[in-house]
């Protein structure tokens, strides 16, 4: 079966980091570039980041510049996000996203990250 | 960053009755032969997932009712006859302009 599982969300003080881990299975890992997003009942859904094939390619929405870190591990499929200096703004729940370049096609079942004292 | 406006946000529909959503784009999302626009829908307690790509290609496994159209800015969905399991939010989102932007969500109910 074709999916992507997450893991590594939970309850990070303001200020602290967490690292997700998404775990593919089912196609052929290298050959994607890959994603993650973010969802929130007040700012809706939101992309984070986005690495390469080779992952010599990476990109951040502004708000997470110099905060997050996206990388990928071929030989393992394991795409992973590096979250340091943690916001209450950044509580979402995270998903790991599949697709060709522009787009969407395979999403996780989501990874919730609480930033709060 | 581009901004994605949908209409309406809250859409009841009478099982088996059309529905359409819009999607309008503050700036043309054609580039290199394609235009980045495509569809998704959440479903209660579930992750989104790709209806529509590259305005108007149905994903493998949606039903023939969903369809897209549109170009340059003005984007719709349409449902030919709304079912039960149709009941979800649904998101217009453009890949042409990084950050990649999503538009607010419809949400679709049985009226």
């Known amino acids: 079966e074709v999916q992507l599982l997450e893991s590594g969300g939970g309850l990070v003080q303001p200020g602290g980091s967490l690292r997700l881990s998404c775990a593919a299975s089912?196609?052929?890992?290298?050959?994607?570039?890959m994603r993650w997003l973010r969802q929130t009942p007040g700012k809706g859904l939101e992309w984070v980041s986005a690495?390469?094939?080779?992952?010599?390619?990476?990109y951040y929405t502004d708000s997470v510049k110099g905060r997050f870190t996206i990388s990928r591990d071929n030989s393992r499929d394991t795409l992973y996000l590096q979250m340091n200096s943690l916001r209450a703004e950044d509580t979402a729940i995270y998903y790991c996203?599949?697709?060709?370049?522009?787009?969407?096609?395979?999403w996780g079942q989501g990874a919730l990250v609480t930033v709060s004292s | 960053d581009i901004l994605l406006t949908q209409s309406p946000l809250s859409l009841p529909v009478t099982l088996g009755q059309p529905a359409s959503i819009s999607c309008r784009s503050t700036?043309?999302?054609?580039?290199?032969?394609?235009?980045?626009l495509a569809w998704f829908q959440q479903r209660p307690g579930q992750s989104p997932r790709r209806l529509i790509y590259?305005?108007?290609n149905r994903d493998s496994g949606v039903p023939d009712r969903f369809s897209g159209s549109g170009s340059g800015t003005d984007f719709t969905l349409q449902i030919s006859r709304v079912e039960a399991e149709d009941v979800a939010v649904y998101y217009c989102?453009?890949?042409?302009?990084?950050?990649?932007?999503f538009g607010q969500g419809t949400k679709l109910e049985i009226k």
């Open positions: 700036q043309s999302l054609y580039a290199d032969g394609n235009t980045y």
């Open positions: 996203a599949r697709g060709p370049r522009g787009d969407v096609d395979l």
């Open positions: 989102m453009q890949g042409k302009f990084w950050p990649y932007t």
């Open positions: 590259k305005v108007s």
């Open positions: 089912g196609f052929t890992f290298s050959n994607y570039g």
């Open positions: 690495i390469s094939v080779s992952g010599d390619g990476t």
